[in-house]
């Protein structure tokens, strides 16, 4: 008996070495794993990141401009509509550079200041219009091309021919920086304007009011009928093969991809009950379609996790089945159904495959003002830019994806928030 | 009784050549032991021994069943249960005796696969005729768990709920004093009045399980069930609801299930032993204790079984 108690000892000890390399192994085989994962996590911000930066800050050029009312008015008459803005934003530029002769010259001379120039010279004039005959000092947007020379994007030493901008515009954008009327600031037309064709023009603020106003449909649709799905099936739907089948099929819903229901979308929303194209109510109604099973799968693993000792008690008090459900299973499944919303809807706002078959890819400059305006959705906005052959769009386009995954990362932050918050123990 | 007394005799001899009944005859592959019992128990018929009549009577089951889809968990049960009696349920782990507690109040109307037959009443009504609201019954015969549930609310919370739900307050100022007087006749005032608003999840065991006491009553209710309410319990919580359980007893019909033969001595007026879905044997719980008639309850009593 001793012997053998003292010869399994033996044997334990041997086997020690070899178990405890085995988890050693078993460790770093981990630790490389999650150090790839981050690894890759991290290359794709930092490159996100330094390619989008710059799309945060707009070059600005300083003009001295006459609003002269020879050229604003020539028949006496001011029509702000009509009135030649460009043609002053030209004179600027003409006396600033007095040397520079020749139309086409001149043209390539205009080209350094975005058309946005003119729109801010009427707005000017609009709001105060004792400024005609005046002179003043103003910023202006300078055009994408000067922008990206400025922010480094395009190299002057390349062969002219292989860059969008000339030697003599590089010349005067030069010039410009030396006598300080060159400045870089914070792009605010990125958050205040719609999509333009014009890339310092482009923003993401008809992409943004878009997702926005879908979310809103999702929720408002999705939550309620979600929550209210979870429910049922969990607290009073006899199990039986239909509400096996209902299961196996809402499991299956949250697997298909999403471009099938934006084809279901464009057949029942817009073929057959005619709802408007691109606008964010198909948009929302196809997202909440998506994220229905989303939520009614985290709505159930919620109630599923409120313990049964809970229920029997108030079913022993005399409560009812509603009652139960109501004053004791919903405020303590609420968190989880809370979480899985949520996490439903930044799922929403990252698609956009669906959205591109109802119609939400089009160009459209008008930030939507409802929901049945047309309108873009972020994600879409990063792929339209994304197909722009402009060099200024491509650093929108990371700009764009930066927001949206601020976004995102906002929401999945409030989930953990109200898990961590709400959860009670019990 | 004599009867009974001359069956138990030949049971006696544990090894002796038990003839099987011919309906368990068949049943080779379940082992010597676990047949022996079996045969004991259909060698007395189905017939519980004892006295399952009492004075004013109050909760009577007659031909009580209970099917868990095919598995038969209560096997013809009768039993009177009086008037502000304590009556014990004991016997082994699976015998039925939460199953049959939960008859009472009706609580295996929410398990799917389970199926009452027979009839029980309550003070002369049927609790399983169509026309009764098991929401009413409940509020009428009420239940206190094995385990300690309070809800995660406060503890005044807690214990106005059934008021609540139940309308039987009609103001504030009533409610109030129903969940004062409540957590007083469980013991638990003082503990408590100065922390009414915390959790009652924030209770010790005992608490917690007085706090559910205490909201069994705030329902003013007929009967109170309770399945082994002291088995999560230290033995002074243990102790403490003992001694609630009895002062309770003075107005209150309560039907306890225990595994503690000392707490049913010292709760119970009436004892019942179920074994295997029957009620084996029912009387007085000096009886049951110090004269067993069957040898099951005197098995299960001195220890044999467990
Ligand atoms: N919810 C249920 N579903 C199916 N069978 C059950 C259920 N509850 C209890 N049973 C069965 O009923 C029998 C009696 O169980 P129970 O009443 O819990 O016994 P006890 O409380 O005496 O330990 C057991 O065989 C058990 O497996
Ligand atoms: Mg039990």
């Known amino acids: 008996m001793r012997a053998s108690r003292k010869n399994s000892r033996e044997i334990v000890e041997a086997g020690l070495a070899r178990r405890r390399r085995k988890e050693a192994a078993f460790r770093a085989s981990g630790m490389l794993a999650t150090a790839v994962g981050v690894i890759f996590l991290g290359v794709f911000f930092a490159t996100l990141v330094m390619q989008g930066a710059s799309a945060f800050k707009q070059t600005f050029i300083k003009l001295d401009v006459e609003m002269s009312a020879s050229v604003l008015a020539p028949d006496g008459k001011l029509d702000l509509a009509y009135a030649d803005f460009d043609g002053l934003v030209r004179n600027a530029l003409r006396k600033e550079f007095p040397d520079v002769s020749g139309r086409s010259e001149r043209r390539e001379l205009y080209r350094l200041v975005s058309i946005a120039a003119g729109y801010q010279l009427r707005d000017m004039v609009a709001a105060d219009p004792s400024l005609l005959g005046s002179t003043s000092t103003i910023w202006v947007p300078a055009s994408s091309n000067v922008d990206m020379l400025i922010k480094g994007n395009i190299d002057p030493e390349i062969d002219e021919s292989l860059r969008p901008i000339n030697d003599a515009q590089v010349a005067w954008v030069e010039s410009l920086q030396e006598n300080d009327r060159l400045e870089t600031r914070f792009n605010t037309a990125l958050f205040t304007n719609g999509d333009s064709r014009e890339p310092e023009l482009a923003g993401i603020r008809g992409a943004l009011m878009g997702s926005f106003y879908m979310l809103i449909v999702t929720v408002a649709l999705a939550f309620p009928i979600g929550v209210a799905a979870a429910i049922y099936l969990e607290e009073f739907a006899p199990r039986s093969r239909w509400s096996d089948l209902i299961e196996v099929n809402i499991n299956n819903l949250a697997a298909v991809p999403s471009i099938v229901f934006g084809l279901l979308g464009l057949a029942v929303f817009i073929n057959w009950m005619a709802l408007p194209r691109s606008a964010p109510l198909v948009g929302g109604l196809v997202l909440s379609l998506l994220t229905l099973p989303v939520i009614i799968i985290a709505s159930r693993a919620a109630i599923q996790s409120v313990p049964p000792s809970i229920r029997e008690a108030a079913l022993g008090l005399g409560a009812s089945k509603m009652q139960v459900v109501f004053h004791h299973v919903m405020p303590l499944a609420l968190p989880g159904m809370l979480t899985g919303t949520i996490i439903g809807m930044s799922r929403a706002l990252g698609e956009s495959a669906p959205l591109l078959m109802i119609g939400m890819v089009a160009f459209i400059v008008d930030v939507p003002g409802g929901f049945t305006d047309p309108a873009t959705a972020l994600p879409v906005q990063v792929y339209l830019w994304a197909d722009s052959p402009e060099r200024a769009f491509a650093e929108r386009t990371s700009a764009a994806i930066i927001v949206l995954l601020g976004f995102l990362l906002i929401m999945n932050l409030a989930a953990v928030i109200i898990r961590k918050r709400m959860e009670r123990k019990w | 009784m004599t009867e009974t007394k001359i069956t138990e005799e030949k049971a006696m001899p544990e090894a002796g050549p038990v003839e099987p009944a011919g309906e368990f005859a068949a049943q080779k592959p379940n082992g010597a032991a676990a047949r022996k019992v079996v045969d004991r128990v259909t060698e007395f018929g189905e017939e519980t021994v004892g006295e399952v009549r009492c004075?004013?009577?109050?909760?009577?089951?007659?031909?009580?069943?209970?099917?868990?889809?095919?598995?038969?968990?209560?096997?013809?049960?009768?039993?009177?249960?009086?008037?502000?009696?304590?009556?014990?349920?004991?016997?082994?782990?699976?015998?039925?005796?939460?199953?049959?507690?939960?008859?009472?109040?009706?609580?295996?109307?929410?398990?799917?696969?389970?199926?009452?037959?027979?009839?029980?009443?309550?003070?002369?009504?049927?609790?399983?005729?169509?026309?009764?609201?098991?929401?009413?019954?409940?509020?009428?015969?009420?239940?206190?768990?094995?385990?300690?549930?309070?809800?995660?609310?406060?503890?005044?919370?807690?214990?106005?709920?059934?008021?609540?739900?139940?309308?039987?307050?009609?103001?504030?100022?009533?409610?109030?004093?129903?969940?004062?007087?409540?957590?007083?006749?469980?013991?638990?005032?003082?503990?408590?009045?100065?922390?009414?608003?915390?959790?009652?999840?924030?209770?010790?065991?005992?608490?917690?399980?007085?706090?559910?006491?205490?909201?069994?009553?705030?329902?003013?209710?007929?009967?109170?069930?309770?399945?082994?309410?002291?088995?999560?319990?230290?033995?002074?919580?243990?102790?403490?609801?003992?001694?609630?359980?009895?002062?309770?007893?003075?107005?209150?019909?309560?039907?306890?299930?225990?595994?503690?033969?000392?707490?049913?001595?010292?709760?119970?007026?009436?004892?019942?032993?179920?074994?295997?879905?029957?009620?084996?044997?029912v009387d007085e719980t000096d009886k049951i204790f110090t004269n067993p008639q069957h040898k099951l309850t005197e098995d299960y009593i001195t220890g044999r079984i467990g």
């Open chain 2, 55 to 281: 004075e004013n009577p109050f909760v009577i089951s007659e031909n009580v069943n209970v099917y868990y889809g095919d598995n038969h968990a209560i096997r013809d049960v009768t039993l009177e249960i009086g008037r502000s009696e304590v009556i014990a349920l004991i016997g082994p782990s699976g015998c039925g005796k939460s199953t049959y507690l939960r008859c009472l109040n009706r609580m295996n109307d929410s398990i799917e696969s389970a199926r009452v037959t027979g009839t029980i009443t309550l003070d002369g009504r049927d609790i399983y005729s169509s026309d009764l609201d098991p929401v009413a019954l409940r509020a009428r015969v009420g239940m206190v768990f094995q385990k300690p549930n309070p809800f995660p609310k406060s503890i005044y919370d807690n214990v106005a709920y059934g008021p609540r739900i139940h309308g039987l307050a009609a103001d504030r100022a009533e409610l109030d004093d129903i969940v004062h007087t409540s957590l007083d006749r469980a013991g638990l005032l003082k503990e408590v009045k100065d922390r009414m608003d915390e959790p009652g999840t924030g209770l010790s065991g005992g608490q917690q399980q007085r706090l559910c006491i205490a909201r069994t009553i705030a329902v003013n209710p007929e009967v109170i069930l309770m399945d082994e309410p002291c088995s999560a319990l230290d033995p002074i919580a243990t102790a403490r609801i003992e001694d609630l359980i009895d002062e309770l007893s003075e107005d209150y019909t309560i039907v306890i299930v225990t595994h503690s033969m000392q707490q049913a001595a010292r709760v119970s007026r009436r004892v019942a032993y179920f074994h295997l879905g029957r009620l084996v044997e």
